[in-house]
């Protein structure tokens, strides 16, 4: 879960830091994933950057410094 709303972020608001994409699809996260970890923001700022990652290794996003942005965008 994830990864296709942190790509519409990034289509739709990037290019963005990995905070700015967490801001972007917060609200997103299911209520029973925030019930899984006592601190589920900082669990879901470590999986959205590592969504960014991923996007930037299959060739869907592209990084510059810290900002991530989609490719074609």
């Known amino acids: 879960f994830g990864a296709s709303e942190v790509l519409d ?6 290019p963005l830091t990995a905070e700015e994409a967490f801001e972007a699809i917060r609200e997103a996260v299911p209520r029973w994933e925030r019930d899984r970890h006592a601190d ?3 669990e879901w700022r470590e ?5 960014l990652d991923w996007s930037v290794a299959f060739g869907l996003a592209s990084r510059d410094g810290d900002r991530y942005a989609a490719v074609g965008a």
């Open 40 to 42: 589920w923001e900082s």
């Open 47 to 51: 999986r959205t950057e590592r969504l």
């Open 9 to 14: 972020a990034l289509r739709f608001d990037g």
